[in-house]
């Protein structure tokens, strides 16, 4: 078990940006989850790794309460999940996950991005097959066995464990799994206590790209500023 290889994180925009957006995209995962499985998080695992990853980026009580009662009420908010693929600069490729209200606006702000800064939008299948759809799950290792967790988990799905920082470079325990054993892991690491920080699905890049530092801001200046929109959920690549 080593490191575990992750993509090279887009981070120009301000600090206090960074959060407003992470907390708007935990409060669509809460309605979308609610909408779909009911306000119960005991009977609803997507509403309990909604809740997980709003705890994980400090997203406050009062907006974590305020999301539920807006997905428990009678509000027109309806969220439309859509996937996206495309191209950045020098051929960097990007799997776009969005949720939104008005499907029209989005495909018009991606465009819009691509025209400015470079890259396009790609038909369905054009890069999808370059990355591979993985449930993660990033744990506090403090107390962990790795070895024995290692052992009793991969008979639940495990495929990785490796090692990794949060943005503060808090050190977490990465683990992934095929995405149809999602399900099966989260409830294995449940029902033992781990403290989960975040639990979500992402596209793995099956190989990375290298690019000088010049052509690497080029690719990382489009993908913060599709990050930036408020209909973009998570933006995967596949740049090193």
Known sequence: MGRIFETRKATMFARWDRMAKAFARCNKEIVIAIRAGG???KANPALRRALQNARAVNMPKDKVEAAIKRAMGDTDEVYEELLYEAYAPHG?????????DNPTRTVANLRSYFNKLGGNLGASGSVSY?????????????GLDRDELELELIDHGLQEMGDAEAEDGTPQLVIR???TDFGNLQSA???RGINVISAESEYVPANLIELSDEQAQE????IDKIEQDDDVQKVFHNLA
């Open 92 to 100: 960097i490729a990007l799997m776009i996950e969005t949720a939104t």
């Open 177 to 179: 799994c095929e995405f």
């Open 189 to 191: 690491i449940e029902e």
């Open 219 to 222: 690719a990382l200046a489009v």
């Open 130 to 142: 370059m990355f591979q759809r993985m449930g993660v799950f990033r744990l506090n290792p403090e």
């Open 39 to 41: 306000p119960d998080p």
